[in-house]
């Protein structure tokens, strides 16, 4: 369950003085000669050199670009690993567009606002409590045990993205948040990774517990209806089982349906209006196959002078629409009120 990120406890006072850090004149200068190098393309280890040489000040590693601040920046990377195990942790990307870059970084308490990342590869790539608004991912491979952690994600777009398996925890999606697209295989990364329909159930769960959290419950609803259709198909063993959960979707689409349990009321009662004619006139049978479904009795007399078959299955009809009518009630239910 996603909780809130200021109430997280390493949410700190303490934390956030990497970000004031860069306020300095020393921290200003620092910042400009990295801005520059990552310009020109970063690399693996590409702050070694200089901090073995002493020349990065405060920086208490060759990894730490806490608080780091990147904004109005355009640059395509060179391929290649471009930021080898970097901490952006309290770091800051805004208004910012990154092709081709390679990020193996761990990302805590990271807020990204209004930036696009096009072609990029993520892995390794551990964001924790990170903040992302108005950020779109074009074409973008999370090729390896990449995490999103307690994110929250606000008009943030997954488009055209290769996620081989889930990503996603306790995270939190808004509305405006769209999945458009998941590809098989990466599509720049040379790997021998695909999405497997087997590995969808659990990434399709966290995407609709993430729109839960974030209040979007229609939308919710569609990936907890993917999640069980696809655990039904692919991630169930014994035969009955794998039935059961076919008849379940057809039915009622796994409680999340109300239209398709109309559909089946519908459908057997004209099946059971069709075999009732047979017997009496359309008018007389209509009322009949009604009063079954509907348990209010109309014409239940003329049963007696039928066989015992049509009796049967007048006790079945009846049956049958107590425990449709259940089932629809209990699906509105679920539907208007589950996630309340």
Known sequence: MFTSIHLLPQNSP?????????ESDEGRQLHDKIMSMIRE???????????????????????????????????NFPRGENFQAIIFSFAEFEYSKFINAFFYCKMSFTRFYDCIFENCTFSFNHCYAATFEKVTFINC??????????????ETIFKN?????????????????EFSGFLPKPSHYNIDLQLRDIDKSELYKQISDGYASGGADAIAREYRFLQLQCYTRYNTQ???????????????????????????????????????TSQMGIRDALLLTSGALFTFGAKADTVNTMNILFQVLYIFSSFVGISLTALFVTVLVNVFIGHK
């Not at 039935?243 to 009662?269: C, D, H, K, Q, W």
């Open 141 to 154: 491979d999370f090729v390896e045990e990449d995490t999103f952690t307690n994110c929250s994600f606000s």
């Open 14 to 22: 303490d934390n956030w003085k990497y970000r004031t850090r860069w």
């Open 41 to 75: 393309g970063a690399g693996e280890h590409f702050l070694e050199r200089d901090f073995e040489a002493k020349r990065l000040g405060f920086l208490k590693s060759e990894t730490d670009l806490r608080g780091f601040q990147i904004s109005n920046e355009n640059i």
């Open 161 to 177: 993205t290769f996620i081989p398996n889930n990503i996603f925890y306790d995270c939190l999606f808004d509305s405006r948040t």
């Open 238 to 276: 014994k035969f009955r089982d794998k039935v059961a959960g076919f008849v379940f979707e057809l039915i009622s689409g796994y409680g999340l349906r109300p239209s398709r349990v109309i559909a089946t009321m519908m459908l057997y009662f004209l099946l059971a209006l069709s075999v009732f």
